[in-house]
């Protein structure tokens, strides 16, 4: 049962990036099963389900953030490297993240079996993975979990498969940590609805 009742509409006005979260024993596993299993309603096209998901709690979670550090460590200059590993910390701080991945050899058999959109599968793949991501967040939202999305790959790619036996024909497309909210979000501009929306 989630800890807020929230509107479609609320979850997506009040969806914003937390980027500090932190642990909360309310978190739980069998919580987070529920809002994925949630998320996987989001669409694809031509339902080919091409997304996987991994979830990472407690000392898995924290582990991924240390690969992240140690891999950025020699990449990022030393004078900037103290501010990173206080962002990250932001992160690892949290309760759990959700790696979403692509399967390749799904989009593979799409293309085989649907040559003349075999140029648009990688696409629609994407755009898959990206309403995933954002039903994922909504229904984190909603269940009152701060959650922001994160883009360390493909620089993690090689150490993530390894560490957690992830097929190779998975590919890491991004990071969503969650936790309870620890920061208040900054203030959202937007362009004007006349220049983004035309009616006619």
Do not use: C
Request: glycine letters at 4%.
């Amino acid at each position: 049962m989630s800890t807020t009742t929230t509107t479609l509409k609320e979850a997506i006005v009040n969806r914003r990036s937390i980027r500090k979260v932190k642990k909360n024993e309310t978190i739980t596993k069998e919580r987070i099963n529920e809002v994925v299993k949630t998320a996987l309603y989001a669409p694809s096209s031509f339902n080919m389900q091409s997304s996987r998901i991994v979830v990472l709690m407690d000392a898995e979670h924290e582990k991924f953030w240390d690969i992240v550090k140690e891999t950025l460590r020699p990449r990022v200059p030393e004078e900037n490297f103290g501010a990173t590993v206080e962002r990250l910390q932001g992160f690892r701080d949290g309760a759990g993240t959700i790696l979403f991945f692509e399967n390749q050899e799904t989009v593979k058999t799409m293309q085989e079996n649907a040559p003349s959109y075999k140029e648009q599968f990688p696409f629609w793949s994407h755009q898959g993975n990206a309403m995933l991501q954002y039903a994922m967040w909504m229904s984190l939202t909603a269940e009152g979990i701060g959650a922001s999305l994160q883009h360390y790959n493909p620089i993690i790619d090689e150490e993530v498969k390894k560490t957690w036996n992830i097929p190779a024909e998975w590919t890491l497309i991004a990071q969503m940590p969650f936790g309870e909210p620890n920061e208040e979000p900054g203030e959202r501009t937007f362009l004007p609805f006349e220049d983004v929306v035309k009616f006619y």
